[in-house]
């Protein structure tokens, strides 16, 4: 007791480390840095290129194209039509009369008021009328139905005034007052005019395709008519021409396939057509599809719906969003060389610090070629550098670039750009070209939006 002085000391206790408390810290903090890198760092998705095909939106609006001759009355009064719309009817062959007096009207309409038998011939041109009407309808341009309204009116015209034609043989020297017009050549007989008869395929816009501004003149049975009124032209040739707008990659495909097969979704006819592109300067590519049979059937129809019948296109599928372009430059094939480890590359000219000249061989990729160039990196080398031919002293200025299309491979942990050839394309996919020099192959992985990534970026 004798060490003991009587003071009291406070006792410490032992510092107790809680291991777990520890680790779930250290876990906690790196799930904090890990979303916090995913939400900062760009997020670059890989795609795998897979073989298959593609579906193309091959159905158009056309504007068609004929050989049409509008007629003008010589005379005023009321216009009497005798041939039915769509009928062929031969040179100097009666088309229709102009009534001065009004008693010509008077006579056929009680030449109609009459009870008649239809023929079989008669049914079968109105069962014509209605199914091809049926076939193209569309409630968004309700205005058709006002011309077929029109243009059944004509066949039953037609019909009922055969057996009228007869009673102007009864007005006896008093027929002076009637006007007979006869086809000046022969053709088919079309009562509408529009304004588009002279139409070229070179004079075509994009704004005509807009049927919203499209305007019909139907032509009437019994209206009054002036003189120099358009009383109803004639298509005088069985050649004619549906103009369509397409991209410039399909009119391409089509001008080189020169012929294509056409479904008229009208009446589900097929028919060949020949191809040649126009270009209007306007910035549109526009196709012309040219036909030597079919015009009857759609000659009272300036929009023609069709659909053109292409093989699938097989290959590799790639997602648009992947697509990118990219600036090369090009060099001339002479002025390219492989190096010491047989990599492709370019002499570049260098000086000594003596002023000597020297060549550095500089690796670059060829990423395509020409028959006389090859596409190689400008982010190397620079405009106005000067290659050196391999054993020559012959040199070349870099002075040209083109761009490439492609996409860009991460197969081995960087972007690197691979050039494709695009085949078919829509909305989301394209269809290139496979197993070709310099582009992809099946399984491929690529970047799946081209805009989240830089050239030979690292992938992580």
């Known amino acids: 007791m004798a060490g003991n002085n009587g003071k009291i000391r406070q006792y410490r206790k032992p510092l107790n480390i809680n291991l777990g408390i520890i680790i779930f810290s250290v876990i906690f903090i790196y799930i904090i840095i890990c979303v916090f890198l995913y939400f900062t760092q760009k997020q670059i998705q890989p795609y795998e290129v897979k073989t298959g095909s593609l579906s193309v939106d091959s159905v158009y609006q056309g504007i068609a194209l004929r050989a049409e001759t509008v007629v003008e009355s010589t005379d005023s009064g009321y216009i009497n ?30 030449g109609e008021a ?32 006002y011309d077929f309204k029109y243009t059944l009116e004509g066949t039953a015209l037609k019909i009922s005034n055969e057996s009228v034609l007869t009673d102007l043989e009864s007005l006896g020297g008093n027929s002076s007052f009637v006007t007979l017009c006869n086809a000046p050549e022969s053709g088919i007989v079309v009562y509408s005019t529009d304004g588009y008869e002279t139409l070229t395929a070179e004079q075509i816009t994009a704004e005509m395709f807009e049927t919203d501004s499209y305007q019909k003149n139907q032509l009437i049975n019994n209206e009054l008519v002036s003189t120099g009124d358009s009383i109803y032209k004639l298509v005088t040739d069985e050649n004619w021409s549906i103009v ?25 006819d097929v028919s060949w057509a020949e191809v040649s592109v126009i270009d209007n300067g306007d910035g549109n590519t526009y196709v012309k599809l040219d036909f030597n049979n079919s015009m009857i059937t759609f ?19 790639v997602p648009n969003s992947a697509i990118a372009e990219k600036e090369f430059f090009l060099v001339p094939k002479d002025f390219v060389t492989k190096g010491a480890n047989g990599a492709d590359g370019v002499l570049l000219e260098t000086f000594t610090e003596d002023g000597e000249a020297a060549t550095e061989f500089i690796a670059t990729t060829i990423y395509q ?19 050196v031919k391999p054993d020559s002293t012959d040199t070349y200025t870099i002075s040209r670039s083109a761009v490439l299309t492609g996409v860009y491979n991460i197969n081995k942990g960087y972007a690197d750009f691979k050039e494709i050839q695009i085949l078919a394309q829509n909305d989301e996919y394209a269809i290139i070209k496979s197993n070709t020099t310099y582009g992809l192959s099946a399984y491929d992985r690529i970047v799946l939006d081209a805009e989240t990534v830089n050239a030979d970026e690292l992938i992580f």
Do not use: H, P, W
Request: glycine share 8%; proline share 0%.
């Open 244 to 268: 369509i707008q397409t991209e410039e990659d399909l009119a391409q495909f089509l001008l080189e396939e020169e012929y294509v097969q056409v479904r008229f979704l009208k009446n589900q």
């Open 114 to 145: 009459e009870d008649g038998q239809l023929s079989e011939d008669d049914l079968e041109d109105i069962k014509s009328e209605v199914t091809g009407f049926m076939g193209g309808f569309d409630r968004k341009q309700f205005g058709e139905t």
């Open 369 to 387: 070629e020409t028959e006389e160039d090859y596409y190689i990196d400008n982010s190397i080398l620079e405009v106005g550098d000067d290659l």
């Open 81 to 110: 039509y005798y041939a039915r719309e769509g009928e062929r009817v031969g040179s100097g062959k009666l088309v229709c009369s102009v009534d001065e007096s009004g008693e010509l009207k008077e006579i056929f309409e009680a």
């Open 299 to 317: 000659c009272t129809d300036r929009f023609v719906d069709i659909e053109l019948i292409m093989e699938e296109e097989e290959g590799l599928k």
